[in-house]
């Protein structure tokens, strides 16, 4: 009965190839690695071992099917709400991207947040040794340790850490591993009306993670992943339109997440300065 | 900046401080009422009161005690632009925060009755905390009998000091600014010099 | 110690001495506030007061041994971040908090941020709810839940919540209180009211409500009271809507599209993904039909929404044009043969010659001109409707019914559901008889209904307002009262900020203030908003997550449930709810009132309005011990409603029934309760003919003012006369499904525009933009412009414009008795004037304006005022330990909100995204649909002008 399902999808394809600003960026960043990163990074053998997460058997992974997400913000108020980030700073963040010209427009909606890097260079630069991976995966801060130097901040290729102005420390998405400990899943996932979240064991083929996964692959062919290109190995795919229409517009080394993701001014695709 | 000592060797004293705590607390628990200020307006409390700096109105008819009661409300009750008296408030931006909690342990420990208090108060209130540390300091004269139970006593009223009366000066700055009226400008102020008075006692 | 400082603890000594000397606390006066006895809770859940020490009023030394030296951890809460976490250092430590949910405990309740009310669950620990989260056991919204209902905290903690009974002391509307017991407001209220009651016109004492999830509650008081003046906000939200469901229904007013078991969903103007009386429930099955059933989503809207943005394709009418869309897809599929002529000749009650020629008008060529959408594209839209019958459905809420012509337009939507057959359908276009809590759940008997009349809850103006249901006509309330046309004397508003939502703030406003109009006024709330503000007592509200109720909306799953409220924590303060003080009000007014509060605590009265929720075997609990375990029960055994208009009539119906030979209508006792089709007996539509009524000659006849008592009985159920006062105000109301198109928008000047309103995903219409997470994200409504318009106005993003609005001339002509206000040169009479800043957007159609709701707050604390709070102290005297003199009152929101606005409305110094945003109701003139009385917000014609 999806006869012309594919409607929105090529519509969006077409758009976003239509806008120079798109491909010219993506060859732009896609030259990069983490060249400029390494000279941030510490000796090997100060972050080999918080590299390695204790084995339990689990990889946890995300997976955002951007084709679900309609922009809610139920997911960053939850996690402001389980973190109390404070105003101006974000853990996980949406970005709108209108993409079109009147009257053949669309909005894509992009949910994110630290992307649990395998190859996580936030690990590899921390000069304290907070960076560290959690169990399953999870790259997580240790605040008796860290002293927010904030050389996380400069070689995250996501923009995914913030400093707190408070307690001059890194913060970032940690997994809630404190909800998963109790069986919880982390704070943003339950509460997504579009169902558009997933997290979980990617070991483990039955979990909701790995099943919604294969069934968008099914219907939407390879999942895509946020600036692959960089080489970390992130534990985040997203299924969907966002992706190549948003990525130019995720904050980058040395950002972090901010409010202007949230002003109007700023949905506009063709006129977002670079 | 100096931290309390409260100094051990004032359990003498501790039947007066613990008065001062009361009345203090009284004054912000709720709004003058006709019988409250008659006491005040009688010696010696009118003096005592006086000689700390407070300011008193002539007289405690009707319109005196209404324009008391406004000024209390739009101080510390609301409905706008008021100043919400309670720890929490100043120090995490929102109610029944983590010292609401801690008043409640201090109250178990220390036995202090919230029998009085008016109903749903939250126990982070300004009010409570000088009536609680009133309640507690009447205690350093009243019931330790061994050095060791007056360490102990002295202890608590240190640790309450501490947590729950060292917070407020942002509040009595401002609300000093804010008070309409003599009464309880100067009400602010003297709770602001009495704490610190504490302090530095 | 110097000498002075010595001299003044001398002084403090002595003041202690003499206040000592006067009594303890007692003595004082600290008791006898009144209140109620309520007692805050102690941690451990021991009575306050009682000390399990050794010594009574003594400090117990062993507890104190267990819990001294670390203060701040006692209450189990962590550093937080942004916060300073006093004293000791500001690195967070442990965190995120491991021990953060052990030991919580898991309360069910029903967020009630939007009218969807969504199942919740409260985690609490040491009575402080750590977080909110989507109750899984809610089977309408499924555990989900939206931004608006993760900002909970920010309610139920917010610093500037209202905590005691207020009155006002000063002018009114001039905000000059004092505080008051509970004893006093009650006492005042009670002598208020009992004078309206014995002045033999109690239809004087008006009670408005903003969301009101208490009916019951609110219903059982007004009719103990005898007053039937309750007014609402229906008018400002569904009333179309709900009078073009009626009108083919009646059983129902809400349409419930089946779209998770969809194959193609036709979206007129909805944004369901936003906000929408269904939102999270209604989102997450579009999402499944689309993505588990290959639905295909459709959406026509003036203005690009999240919904419209997330479709499959979206198309911009011409301002409120879908009914002509609609009509003309009607037209196309009969034309091409794609329409189900067995379900129009079997179910309607127009045969298919007659629809036919009732829609050969309404070609698509004909839509294209009056709405700019293609004809083809409509061709293909309907084809591909139509193919995917009978597992389609149409979709539509304020986008297409908030207009002059919004019955029509709704009717026009609706009607393509008859045309494919997808009426009560699987995937298809159903309802359901189940509006609220399930029926088996009876609260204790109440009060009969009061009977009195008054013309500001039932105009005579508006035919359809009160026919099926009391949907009133909100907007015109204080207007009315302006005109003379009615007073109260008494007015308590309820959840309502009406300066803000209704249309007019200024009428509103000048209402408010006069005391001859409105003789006492109390306001119920949580927070201090513009309502209040024109109070005389204001009385602190409980929040969603201290209160009772039994709940439950039409959910989508076509069937009834039962969902609770409970209190997760005391209140804070005095706050209380009106289900524990309207049996002490009844008590004082008296006068046989009282005798309808017998049933004992608000926790009994619950408790019998939920003793037929049926035992769960796996844990032996039934009814509210259920419910208190599990949050929601849904009634499984009741199959989902689907075609109920073939449901067989019983054997036992039937008896004593009598057929009609020329109709098959089939009634007992005068009532209708079937129709013969086929030879079988079936329970057919709730309406005369029952059939779905696309002719309705019910409606033209109540126009009329006639006599319509055959036609309700045949229907069997709803529907009721207009009363005698509507005599004299007769309307022309189309039986059949047409379409018109308001004269301003038919020959719209060149320099016009029509300015459409629209919500936002993380705000209600006026009671969330006092919550920090959410007003972060959207704080301000700068007007929308297509790019193509902006450059014809010579104006781009971020410069200003001068807004002028003009009052309906279509309602000029229909509803003379709404005209008001000065006319300028041109002739057009200016409705009102604001200057906005502009930003460009694509997505919007190139006639229209978008403005959004929710913001411009007056009022409603300083959060929704996008203001810090009062300047900071001067920090010199920081002495005391801790002071810090960036911290004051929300440390984050006083260092880090981030979007004050300081430029004072000077174009040339304001910043983009920053400030309170601008209240689109200084601009919109009250504009009831002249049939259903529902405000049409998308019609108002304005010019706009480049300024700064």
Redesign the interface.
């Known amino acids: ?5 594919t ?2 999808r090529d519509f969006l394809r077409s758009s976003v190839a239509a806008l120079p600003i798109i491909s010219l960026a993506a060859t732009n960043h896609g030259a990069e690695s983490q060249q400029g990163s390494q000279e941030k990074f510490q000796p090997e053998e100060f972050w080999r071992e918080r590299m390695k997460a204790p084995d339990d058997g689990k990889r946890y992974g995300w997976f955002v ?1 951007t ?8 997911c ?3 996690c ?10 974000f853990i996980r963040q949406t970005i709108y991207k ?1 993409v ?4 053949k ?5 992009l949910p994110m947040s630290c992307q649990h890097c395998e190859d996580a260079p936030c690990i590899k630069a921390c000069p304290c040794g907070a960076l560290h991976k959690e169990a399953g995966g999870t790259v997580a801060v240790d ?2 340790t ?1 002293c927010g130097h904030g050389t996380c901040v400069e070689v995250c290729p996501y923009g995914a850490i913030y400093l ?6 890194a ?1 970032k998405c ?1 997994n ?4 998963t ?2 069986g ?1 899943e982390p ?1 943003c996932v ?7 979240l997933h997290f979980g064991d990617l070991n483990d083929p039955q979990s909701k993670i790995s099943r919604a996964m294969a069934e968008a692959k099914t ?1 939407e062919g390879e999942l895509q992943q946020l600036r692959a290109q960089k080489g970390t190995k992130p534990r985040m795919w997203f299924a969907g339109p966002a992706p190549p229409a948003v990525e130019d517009d995720i904050p980058r080394e040395g950002q972090s997440y901010s ?2 993701a ?4 700023n ?2 695709k063709h ?1 977002r300065p670079v | ?4 000592t409260l100094s051990p060797a004032l359990p003498e ?1 501790a ?9 203090l ?2 004054l912000w ?3 003058v ?1 006709r ?2 200020l008659r ?1 005040l307006l009688t010696p ?2 009118r ?3 006086i ?2 700096g407070g300011i008193l109105p002539a007289a405690d008819d009707d319109a005196t005690i ?1 324009q008391l ?2 000024d ?3 101080l510390l ?5 008021h ?2 008296p ?1 720890q929490s ?14 008043m ?2 201090f ?17 982070d209130h300004l009010g409570v905390q000088l ?1 609680v540390m ?3 300091v009447s ?1 350093i004269s009243t ?1 330790p009998d061994t050095p060791e ?1 007056l360490t ?2 002295l ?2 009223a240190r ?1 309450f000091f ?2 729950h009366l ?9 609300a000093a ?2 008070a309409t009226t003599g009464f309880y400008r100067s009400t602010i102020l003297l709770t ?6 504490e ?3 | ?1 110097n000498d002075s ?1 010595r001299e ?2 001398r ?12 009594g ?8 006898g ?1 009144g ?6 809770p ?3 859940g ?1 009575k ?2 009682q ?3 050794n ?7 062993e ?2 041994n267990r ?3 670390q ?2 951890e ?4 962590g ?6 976490p ?2 000791g250092p ?13 030991g919580a405990k898991v309360v069910p309740g029903q967020c009630q941020l939007c009218s969807t009310v969504c199942g919740i669950v409260g985690y609490v620990k ?3 709810i750590l ?4 109750n ?1 056991n809610d089977p309408n ?1 499924r ?5 608006r ?6 309610h ?9 009974p ?1 009155k006002r ?1 000063g002018k009114r509307g001039e ?5 008051i017991t509970w004893d006093e407001a009650l006492d005042e209220i009670a002598v208020r009211l009992k004078a309206v009651r014995d002045s033999g016109k109690p239809e004087e004492f008006a009670f408005h409500q903003g969301r009101l999830r208490s009916q019951d509650a609110v219903d059982r008081f007004l009719n103990a009271f005898g007053t039937s003046t309750q007014l609402s906000h229906r008018a400002l939200c569904s009333g179309t809507r709900r009078a073009a469901n009626s009108t083919y229904l009646w059983e129902s007013d809400w349409d419930l599209n089946d779209v998770e078991h969809s ?2 969903i036709l979206n007129f103007g909805s944004n369901a ?2 906000a929408h009386q269904g ?2 429930p209604f ?2 099955r579009i ?2 039909g ?2 588990k059933n ?3 989503l459709v959406t026509f809207d003036v203005r ?1 929404s ?11 009418p011409f301002p409120g044009t879908d009914g002509a869309i609609a009509l003309a897809m009607c037209h196309a599929i009969m034309a091409e043969g794609l329409h189900d002529a067995d379900f129009i000749t079997t179910w309607t009650n127009v045969t298919i010659d007659e629809l036919r020629e009732h829609l050969q008008p309404y070609t698509p060529e004909w839509a294209e001109k009056v709405s700019g959408v293609p004809a083809a594209d409509i061709r293909r839209i309907a084809t ?1 409707f139509a193919k ?1 019958a009978p ?1 389609c459905t149409t979709m539509c809420n304020r986008g297409s019914s908030a207009h002059l012509n919004g019955f029509y337009n709704d009717r026009a939507v609706h009607l393509l559901n008859a045309v494919v057959g997808s009426v009560g359908k699987k995937g298809g276009w159903c309802w359901s008889p189940w509006s609220g809590v399930d029926p088996i759940c009876k609260p204790p008997d109440g009060p009969p209904k009061a009977k009195t009349w008054s013309v500001l809850e039932d105009p005579p103006e508006y035919a359809l307002a009160n026919i099926w249901n009391r949907m009133r006509v909100g907007e015109i309330v204080y207007l009315y009262l302006l005109q003379g046309r009615a007073r109260l004397q008494a007015y308590m508003t309820y959840n309502l900020d009406s300066p803000l939502t209704w249309p007019e703030e200024s009428i509103t406003q000048r209402a408010l203030t006069d005391e001859n109009l409105i003789g006492f006024h109390v306001c119920i709330n949580c927070f ?1 908003n513009e309502t ?1 503000h024109y109070a005389d007592i ?1 009385l602190p509200w409980t929040t969603f997550m201290e209160r009772w109720d039994l709940e439950a909306r039409s959910s989508y799953n076509l069937r009834p449930y039962v969902g609770l409220r409970t209190p997760m924590i ?6 209380r709810d009106v289900r524990d003080y309207f049996p002490e009000l009844a008590q004082r007014i008296g006068g046989g009132m009282e005798k309808w509060y017998e049933y004992g605590s608000t926790e009994d009265y619950i408790r019998h309005w939920a003793q037929n929720v049926p035992v769960n075997p796996a844990t032996g609990k039934g009814g509210l011990d259920r419910l208190l375990e599990e949050g929601c029960w849904e009634n499984t055994g009741q199959p989902p409603f689907y075609e109920p208009y073939n449901i067989a009539l019983k054997d036992s119906d039937l008896a004593d029934a009598v057929v009609d030979e020329a109709t098959g209508v089939i009634t007992k006792d005068g009532k209708g309760i079937g129709v013969m089709q086929g030879g079988r007996a079936v329970r057919g539509f709730m309406t005369p003919s029952r059939k779905f009524e696309i002719r309705s000659l019910f409606i033209q006849k109540i126009g009329r003012n006639e006599d319509c008592s055959d036609m309700i009985a045949r229907g069997g159920g709803k529907g009721a006369n207009r009363p005698a006062q509507h005599a004299g105000h007769n309307i022309d109301i189309d039986q059949m499904p047409s379409w018109f198109q308001p004269v301003e928008h038919e020959s719209l000047n060149d320099d016009e525009l029509v300015m459409t309103s629209f919500k936002w ?2 705000h209600n219409h006026g009671r969330t933009m006092n919550l ?3 007003a ?3 704080h301000s409504n ?1 007007a929308w412009l ?3 318009t902006a450059a014809k106005h010579g104006v781009a ?2 410069d200003w414009i001068e807004i002028t609005s003009y009052f309906s001339r279509f309602l000029e002509d229909k509803s003379p008795h709404l005209v008001h206000g000065e006319r300028d040169e041109s002739g057009r009479i200016v409705a009102g004037r604001m200057r906005v800043p502009i ?6 159609h ?1 006639r229209a304006i978008a403005m959004s709701n929710s913001c411009g707050h007056w ?1 409603y ?2 959060v929704a005022q996008a203001k810090r ?7 010199d ?9 960036e ?7 006083e ?5 004050e606005d300081s430029s004072n409305g000077d174009p040339r110094t304001w910043k ?2 920053t400030g309170g945003g601008w209240n689109q109701n200084r601009l919109l003139p009250i504009a009831p649909d002249p049939i259903t009385g529902q405000q049409a917000y998308h019609d108002t014609v304005v010019t706009i002008k480049k300024i700064g």
């Open positions: 009965m999806s006869r012309d399902k409607s929105r099917d084709r679900r997400c309609f922009g809610c913000h139920g960053e108020v939850s402001k709400a389980e973190n109390d980030v404070p105003l101006g700073h209108d079109g010209e009147y009257p427009v669309a909005r894509v909606f605040y008796n860290c707190d102005p408070v307690a001059k420390q913060v940690h809630c591993y404190h909800r400990e109790h919880l704070a339950p509460t997504c009306p579009s169902e558009a219907a409010p202007e949230y002003d109007i001014y949905w506009k006129e | 900046m100096q931290r309390s004293d039947a007066a401080r613990s008065g001062t705590y009361r009345l607390a009284r628990l709720r709004e009422n019988d409250f006491l010696p409390l003096d005592s009161f000689a700390v209404e009661a406004i209390y409300c739009q009750v609301g409905p706008a632009n100043l919400p309670y408030v100043w120090q995490s931006g929102q109610f029944q925060g983590a010292t609401t909690h801690s409640q342990r109250i178990d420990v220390t036995g202090y009755d919230t029998g009085a208090l008016t109903s749903g108060i939250m126990l009536d009133g309640h507690i205690q019931w139970s102990h006593a202890d608590v640790s501490t947590t060292m917070w407020p000066n942002d509040l009595l700055n401002v600014q804010q602001r010099d009495y704490l610190m008075s302090l530095h006692a | 110690m400082n003044s603890r002084k403090f000594l002595k003041l202690g001495l003499a206040a000592g000397g006067v303890a606390a007692a003595m004082f006066g600290l008791t506030c209140g109620g006895t309520r007692a805050s102690s941690a451990d021991s306050p007061g000390s399990t020490g010594l009574p009023q003594g400090i117990d030394l507890k104190w819990i001294k030296g203060p701040y006692l209450g189990g809460f550093a937080m971040p942004g916060v300073c006093l004293p500001l690195a967070k430590r442990n965190w995120p908090d491991v021990n953060k949910y052990k040491d009575g402080r977080k909110v989260e989507g899984p919204s555990g989900h839940l939206c931004a209902g993760q900002a909970a905290l920010n139920q903690y917010h610093p500037e919540r209202l905590l005691y207020l002391v905000g000059k209180w004092k505080r194959k193609y993904f936003e939102h999270v989102a997450v999402q499944n689309r993505y290959g639905a295909k690009l999240n919904t419209a943005g997330a479709s499959d394709e979206w198309f911009a591909e995917a597992a201090y209040a204001v005391e209140p804070l303060g005095e706050a995903n993380v920090k997470w959410l972060e994200i959207v700068p297509n790019p193509k993003d971020g930003v460009t957007m694509q997505g919007i190139p009022q604390t300083t709070q009062s300047p900071a102290a001067s920090s005297d920081s002495y005391l330990a801790g002071s810090d003199s911290k004051f009152r929300d440390a984050d929101w260092r880090n909100m981030w979007w983009r995204n």
